[in-house]
């Protein structure tokens, strides 16, 4: 039988960066095992790539602000590319409860040593962006080292620099069971073969909930769909724009090649695995992405290029990180809500710190533990595109 002394489960950006920090803190053991053929197919190879550390909860600045200067230095670190680019996150206020609600985050964020982001004036959002409408923007939050990653790349990054310094990935392997004994975990059998290990990390993105059901836990993570629509190449709106958020609708935008990437997340959206992209999305899109930029009234797009993903939304909107409590050597990174890419550096940061001392500097983990709903001690996050 083969041995691990820590097994992964889900080979995406997640597992991919748990599996590296591990590794680079010295455990050789770890096996990574992915059920597809390929690394990526799930979630991450579908994401929008945002970082940011806009955020309206400390636990969520203080991750952000492990993972973005970690991304800007990535090659450096990993010798591999993840196409960091520093131009921004800009949240349009379009009312007085908008702004005073970035004002509120903004003081946070600084509080916690965020030094680069800044509240701006309508005028000034007017003036930096003309070709937007503008008449209702009283005002903004930007800051400029948020901005987008590849996450295909930061994945692929992560996991060969684990491999070349001795983790293992096993692909079309699937979790077929979760072994326990009387001290807790024991092993996983999968699709190729048994792993003797103590130690699991369940990594299933927006299947985490049957992982966890093996393991004999009761997981709150439920898939959502969200839908991404690319235009074809489009210069009449600059392509050094940052991600600009329309907060009258939640509607944005980035731009992406040589044209842009469009995102709305649609409230009558229900929770399900429903990968696939309904044509009837582009309208509605286009229709809001029109009304703040009018010469996107002219964005060619093809529909077929368009493509839908899975969210992993728990009841708070923030990640369940760490041991999953009366099951020793069970470990969860689950339940991003949209933030696992951005997310990524410090979440194997902190698993890896869990899992080998015990205890982590980055954060407070007790906050995002599993016991926290039990507990009635939710962290609700507002700012969730």
């Known amino acids: 039988m083969q041995s691990a002394d820590v097994v992964i489960v889900g080979g995406g950006i997640v597992g991919s960066s748990i599996a590296y920090h591990l590794t680079a803190a010295g455990c050789r053991g770890v096996t990574v095992l992915e059920r597809e053929s390929a690394t990526g197919k799930g979630s991450t190879g579908k994401s929008m790539g945002g970082v940011r550390a806009q955020f309206s909860t400390p636990v969520n600045i203080q991750m952000s602000l492990y993972a973005i ?14 196409d960091y680019r520093p131009q921004g996150y800009l949240f349009c206020a379009t009312n007085d409860r908008h702004m005073a609600y970035l004002r509120a985050n903004f003081e946070k964020q600084v509080a916690l040593g965020l030094k680069d982001v800044r509240l701006l004036a309508g005028d000034e959002i007017r003036k930096m962006f003309p070709q937007m409408r ?8 930007f800051c400029a080292t948020d901005g987008f990653v590849d996450p295909y790349s930061a994945m692929n990054g992560f996991m ?10 096993w692909k079309n392997a699937a979790v077929t069971a979760v072994v326990r004994d009387g001290k807790g975990i024991a092993g996983v059998e999968t699709t ?5 290990t103590r130690k699991v990390v369940n990594c299933a993105g927006a299947w985490a909930a049957e992982v966890a059901k093996m393991a ?4 709150p993570v439920t898939p959502l769909r969200r839908m991404l629509v690319p235009s074809e190449p489009f210069d009449q709106f600059p392509h050094t724009a940052p991600m600009i958020i329309d907060m009258s609708n939640g509607f944005h935008f980035r ?4 044209g842009f990437l469009l995102a709305w997340n649609d409230p009558e959206e229900t929770s399900g695995f429903k990968t696939e992209f309904e044509a009837s999305f582009v309208e509605k899109i286009l229709t809001r992405a029109a009304d703040r930029v009018p010469c996107f009234a002219d964005l060619p797009v093809n529909p077929k290029r368009a493509w839908a993903g899975l969210y992993e939304m728990t009841p708070d909107h923030h990640p369940i990180l760490g041991e999953a409590p009366g099951v020793p050597g069970f470990f969860l990174a689950n339940g991003f809500s949209g933030h696992g890419v951005m997310h990524a550096p410090a979440t ?3 698993l890896s710190d869990l899992i080998l001392e015990g205890k982590t500097e980055l954060i407070d983990a007790k906050l995002l533990d599993l016991a926290r709903f039990a507990e009635n001690r939710m962290i609700h996050e507002t700012a969730v595109l």
């Open 134 to 141: 503008g008449d209702d923007t009283v005002g903004g939050s």
């Open 348 to 350: 194997g940061k902190i």
């Open 69 to 82: 200067p970690f991304y800007a230095s990535f090659e450096e670190r990993l010798g591999h590319p993840c």
């Open 192 to 196: 190729r073969g048994p792993i003797s």
């Open 255 to 258: 731009p992406e090649s040589r």
């Open 216 to 219: 004999g836990v009761d997981l």
């Open 160 to 169: 060969a620099w684990a491999a070349d310094h001795g983790a293992t990935l």
